[in-house]
Nanobody, 123 residues
Framework: QVQLVESGGGLVQAGGSLRLSCAAS????????MTWFRQAPGNERELVAR???????NYSDSVKGRFTISRDNAKNMMYLQMSSLKPEDTAVYYC?????????????????WGQGTQVTVSS
């Protein structure tokens, strides 16, 4: 089955940087859009950044100019370079991907989610 695993979270001071990674594995045929979401305590999950299979990107206004999303299609990887971090960026960050994968009889397209990685920015 398809799995998404995030890594790279941690504790950083305000103004610092972190790079998150998302590794997709399993019987993958292709990956369409890949997305980073985040959820802070007491808040709803929000979209941070999205990248399509051809590399088109979009960002939430709150991270535009500070975060950069990228992907490596050959490795089924996605990244989020986060700079100029602020305490309000503190959240659990999740990766999601719309994946075409080999099912038992035919290929299937479905959304998949990772388990999340904690990012904490101290002031």
């Amino acid at each position: 089955q398809v799995q998404l695993v995030e890594s790279g979270g941690g504790l950083v001071q305000a103004g610092g940087s972190l790079r998150l990674s998302c590794a997709a594995s399993g019987p993958i045929v292709s990956i369409n859009a890949m997305t980073w979401f985040r959820q802070a305590p007491g808040n709803e999950r929000e979209l941070v950044a999205r990248i399509t299979s051809d590399g088109s990107t979009n960002y939430s206004d709150s991270v535009k100019g500070r975060f950069t999303i990228s992907r490596d299609n050959a490795k089924n990887m996605m990244y989020l370079q986060m700079s100029s971090l602020k305490p309000e960026d503190t959240a659990v960050y999740y990766c999601a991907a719309n994946v075409r994968f080999r099912g038992y009889w035919h290929t299937v397209v479905a959304d998949h989610w990772g388990q999340g990685t904690q990012v904490t920015v101290s002031s």
